[in-house]
């Protein structure tokens, strides 16, 4: 049974930094691109990044782009998404997915739809 189980979230002031985690479980992580989304309270779940699997090619969103940085472990079974100069319009819970179709990242952002696999999600709270 696939699973994925995210962690490395909590409360950060406006400038601060957090790593996730995405460890993977039943699923061959290097063999699927795994994508990084959030959802904020009341919006819709955004696509944040993605990392490939043959070549670990990656993904940005525009709103995260020079700041954000996705990385695979694949020794580890495990997908991080560093954060670095978090804002408060960052805060909302972060989600790793994957779409077992799938070993690329889109050229434009994730859409939820399309992942078949998901995490139960780690809040990041950014204080202004």
């Known amino acids: 049974q696939v699973r994925f189980v995210e962690s490395g979230g909590g409360l950060v002031q406006a400038g601060g930094a957090l790593r996730l985690s995405c460890l993977g479980a039943?699923?061959?992580?290097?063999?699927?691109?795994i994508a990084w989304f959030r959802q904020a309270p009341g919006g819709e779940r955004e696509g944040v990044s993605c990392?490939?699997?043959?070549?670990?090619?990656?993904y940005y969103a525009d709103s995260v782009k020079g700041r954000f940085t996705i990385s695979r472990d694949n020794a580890k079974h495990t997908v991080y998404l560093q954060m670095n100069s978090l804002k408060p319009e960052d805060t909302a819970v972060y989600y790793c997915?994957?779409?077992?179709?799938?070993?690329?990242?889109?050229?434009?952002?994730?859409?939820?739809?399309?992942?078949?696999?998901w995490g139960q999600g780690t809040q990041v709270t950014v204080s202004s």
């Open positions: 997915a994957a779409n077992l179709m799938r070993r690329r990242c889109p050229t434009v952002a994730p859409r939820a739809y399309e992942y078949d696999y």
């Open positions: 039943g699923i061959t992580l290097n063999d699927y691109a």
């Open positions: 990392v490939s699997a043959s070549d670990s090619s990656t």
